[in-house]
Nanobody, 126 residues
C-alpha cells in the first residue's frame, strides 16, 4: 500500500506560482513513477507531469512545458510540482498518483496508476 497526500494549492492571480507537494508513505517507491493529474469542473482528469523515482526521468504535457517543473526529494519521500506563470486554464483539482511504471509519459492514461491522493485545489483567477 502507498499513501499520498497533496498540499500547496490555493487561489492565485494569473502569472503567479505555486509549489504543490505530494507526500508519500507506505511501501517503497523505488520501482514506481509519480504522476500529477488535474481535473477541471466538467472535464476529464488529464495528466500534467510525471517522474520516475529511481531515475528521475520526467515528462510533461505540452500545455505546461516550460512553466511546470516536477522534482523529488527522496529523503523526505516527497514529490513536488513547481507551477510558474499560472494561467486560468490551469485551474482544477490537482492529484498525485503512484504506479509501478519503470518509464512514464505525462499523457498516459490515469488507469496505469494504482494509488491516488485526495487532491488539492488550484484556482487561477484575477
Amino acid at each position: 500500500q502507498v499513501q499520498l497526500v497533496e498540499s500547496g494549492g490555493g487561489l492565485v492571480q494569473p502569472g503567479s506560482s505555486l509549489r504543490l507537494s505530494c507526500a508519500t508513505s507506505g511501501n517503497t517507491l523505488d520501482y514506481y513513477s509519480i504522476g500529477w493529474f488535474r481535473q477541471a469542473p466538467g472535464n476529464e482528469r488529464e495528466g500534467v507531469s510525471c517522474i520516475v523515482i529511481s531515475s528521475g526521468a520526467t515528462s510533461y504535457t505540452n500545455s505546461v512545458k516550460g512553466r511546470f517543473t516536477i522534482s523529488r526529494d527522496s529523503a523526505k519521500n516527497t514529490v513536488y510540482l513547481q507551477t510558474d506563470n499560472l494561467k486560468p486554464e490551469d485551474t482544477g483539482v490537482y492529484y498525485c498518483a503512484a504506479g509501478p511504471l519503470p518509464y512514464c509519459n505525462a499523457d498516459a492514461p490515469a488507469g496505469l496508476y494504482n494509488y491516488w491522493g485526495q487532491g488539492t485545489q488550484v484556482t487561477v483567477s484575477s
